[in-house]
């Protein structure tokens, strides 16, 4: 079979480009969702997209299509990923998934070759869920996670909303989110995690990916003079709060429950050195592949709640996001381990430890994702890196998977 071939110095000369968007002296990016910076790390997807001769669309809530190929009517083989990113981000994370698609795209066109079935590559909103909760917002609305008027309700921490943010930068499109739904889905991604590196493998398929429940904890003390207020007669909301931290950290390192915790975000009020915080707010993020480990941990945190409560703490807890873990489709990740075979690179399956866009999307179709090696297991920080050689080679793979994919009879 003839496949479309990469250019790997486009699609490198892409990541970089991409990657100056937002980029912070000091190193990494930050492109929040539907900021300025998004804007115009979108514009350029979309310029690429018509350079690759693909028809671009716009979804009502601002996931970007680029098809290419066969009736829009036909469900397409879809790629893609998320060009949004966290505070002071590396370069690679989603950015690469977006642009092995386009790279696709224009070497079908230059191959000249024709699809039997449109392949398109979304560039889906919101996927990392920093600015707006929660996270695979595009994607979620895809897969009827969420209603789409809700998700567009969706709100800043400054009261501004998904839908007037969409519109201020330009992406509030007219079409359904579920227009394309597609009749498989693969997303490339840099695996973010140590497991590729450290075992000298090239490539990951990914079989299942961890769920996550994501929770913000608001603890209501007392603040008062720190030098007067004798210790036990304190409501000390920070205290309160680091504990409370520490243990669920506790829980994860000792007993797995669940998997792995994180305090990302962590805010005293009215965070002074002289006063005694009267408040206190933080976030939590657990992640396990198994739900019913997921559903423990918040049952353990609704439990340490109540305990802080009966002490006199006025508590409020609110859920960010839940996502449930997923198995990818069998048929992707065996077509996904043969294309890697047959191009003679090793590979060797993997569950990812990071939410993703396909976590969404295979609730509406046949699923999976492939990985290529983060440099020293380092991702969401501006050190995150990968190979030339294994960028080029992952968007090969999923060249090829994708092309065999768009060219089958079934
Ligand atoms: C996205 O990167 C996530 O796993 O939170
Ligand atoms: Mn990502
Ligand atoms: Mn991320």
Same mark, same amino acid.
């Given at each position: /079979?003839?496949?479309? $071939?990469?250019?790997?110095?486009?699609?490198?000369?892409?990541?970089?480009?991409?990657? $100056?968007?937002?980029? &912070?002296?000091? !190193?990494?990016?930050?492109?929040?969702?539907?900021?300025?910076?998004? =804007? @115009?790390?979108?514009?350029?997807?979309?310029?690429?997209?018509?350079?690759?001769?693909?028809?671009?669309?716009?979804?009502?809530?601002? +996931?970007?299509?680029?098809?290419?190929?066969?009736?829009?009517?036909?469900?397409?083989? *879809?790629?893609?990923?998320?060009?949004?990113?966290?505070?002071?981000?590396?370069?690679?994370? !989603?950015?690469?998934?977006?642009?092995?698609?386009?790279?696709?795209?224009?070497?079908?066109?230059?191959?000249? &070759?024709?699809?039997?079935?449109?392949?398109?590559?979304?560039?889906?909103?919101?996927?990392?869920?920093? #600015?707006?909760?929660?996270?695979?917002?595009?994607?979620?609305?895809?897969? =009827?996670?969420?209603?789409?008027?809700?998700?567009?309700?969706?709100?800043?921490?400054?009261?501004?909303?998904? @839908?007037?943010?969409?519109?201020?930068?330009?992406?509030?499109?007219?079409?359904?989110?579920?227009?394309?739904?597609?009749?498989?889905?693969?997303?490339?991604?840099?695996?973010?995690?140590?497991?590729?590196?450290?075992?000298?493998?090239?490539?990951?398929?990914?079989?299942?990916?961890?769920?996550?429940?994501?929770?913000?904890?608001?603890?209501?003390?007392?603040? +008062?003079?720190?030098?007067?207020?004798? *210790?036990?007669?304190?409501?000390?909301?920070?205290?309160?709060? /680091?504990?409370? %931290?520490? #243990?669920? @950290?506790?829980?994860?390192?000792?007993?797995? &429950?669940? +998997?792995?915790?994180?305090?990302?975000?962590?805010?005293?009020?009215?965070? %002074?050195?002289?006063?005694?915080?009267?408040?206190? =707010?933080?976030?939590?993020?657990?992640?396990?592949?198994?739900?019913?480990?997921?559903? =423990?941990?918040?049952?353990?945190?609704?439990?340490?709640? *109540?305990?802080?409560?009966?002490?006199?703490?006025?508590?409020?807890?609110?859920?960010?996001?839940?996502?449930?873990?997923?198995?990818?489709?069998?048929?992707?990740?065996?077509?996904? @381990?043969?294309?890697?075979?047959?191009?003679?690179?090793? +590979?060797?399956?993997?569950?990812? !430890?990071?939410?993703?866009?396909? $976590?969404?999307?295979?609730?509406?179709?046949?699923?999976? /994702?492939?990985?290529?090696?983060?440099?020293?297991?380092?991702?969401?920080?501006?050190?995150?890196?990968?190979?030339?050689?294994?960028?080029? &080679?992952?968007?090969?793979?999923?060249?090829? %998977? /994708?092309?065999?994919?768009?060219?089958?009879?079934?």
């Amino acid at each position: /079979m003839n496949f479309p $071939q990469v250019n790997g110095h486009r699609l490198l000369r892409r990541i970089q480009e991409l990657g $100056q968007i937002g980029c &912070l002296p000091g !190193g990494g990016g930050t492109r929040l969702a539907l900021t300025d910076e998004d =804007k @115009q790390g979108r514009d350029l997807i979309v310029g690429w997209f018509a350079e690759a001769g693909a028809s671009v669309y716009v979804d009502k809530i601002g +996931n970007i299509y680029g098809v290419l190929g066969g009736s829009v009517d036909t469900p397409p083989i *879809m790629t893609g990923s998320h060009i949004d990113t966290v505070s002071r981000a590396g370069f690679l994370d !989603g950015c690469y998934g977006v642009i092995a698609g386009v790279e696709l795209l224009q070497a079908i066109g230059e191959s000249g &070759l024709t699809p039997d079935k449109p392949i398109a590559v979304t560039v889906f909103s919101n996927e990392e869920g920093v #600015r707006f909760s929660p996270d695979l917002l595009g994607s979620r609305v895809i897969a =009827k996670d969420i209603a789409l008027d809700e998700a567009l309700a969706v709100e800043t921490r400054d009261g501004k909303s998904f @839908q007037s943010e969409l519109q201020r930068i330009g992406y509030a499109g007219e079409i359904e989110p579920w227009k394309f739904i597609p009749e498989s889905f693969l997303e490339l991604h840099i695996e973010q995690g140590p497991v590729l590196e450290a075992t000298e493998t090239q490539v990951g398929v990914v079989e299942a990916l961890q769920g996550h429940s994501w929770w913000q904890v608001e603890i209501v003390g007392c603040a +008062n003079h720190a030098g007067t207020t004798p *210790m036990h007669l304190r409501k000390d909301a920070g205290v309160a709060a /680091m504990q409370l %931290a520490c #243990r669920l @950290q506790e829980y994860s390192a000792l007993d797995h &429950l669940p +998997n792995v915790t994180t305090v990302g975000t962590f805010a005293l009020e009215p965070n %002074a050195v002289n006063v005694v915080p009267g408040k206190a =707010k933080f976030t939590i993020d657990f992640r396990d592949s198994d739900d019913g480990q997921l559903r =423990k941990a918040d049952a353990l945190l609704q439990s340490e709640v *109540m305990k802080l409560q009966e002490q006199g703490f006025e508590v409020k807890l609110q859920t960010l996001s839940k996502a449930m873990s997923v198995k990818f489709d069998e048929g992707l990740c065996s077509l996904l @381990q043969g294309v890697t075979e047959s191009i003679g690179a090793s +590979n060797r399956r993997i569950v990812s !430890g990071a939410s993703h866009d396909a $976590q969404m999307i295979s609730r509406a179709c046949p699923s999976a /994702m492939l990985f290529v090696q983060s440099s020293k297991g380092i991702s969401h920080n501006p050190k995150e890196n990968t190979p030339d050689d294994d960028l080029v &080679l992952g968007a090969q793979i999923l060249a090829n %998977a /994708m092309w065999t994919l768009a060219t089958s009879k079934s």
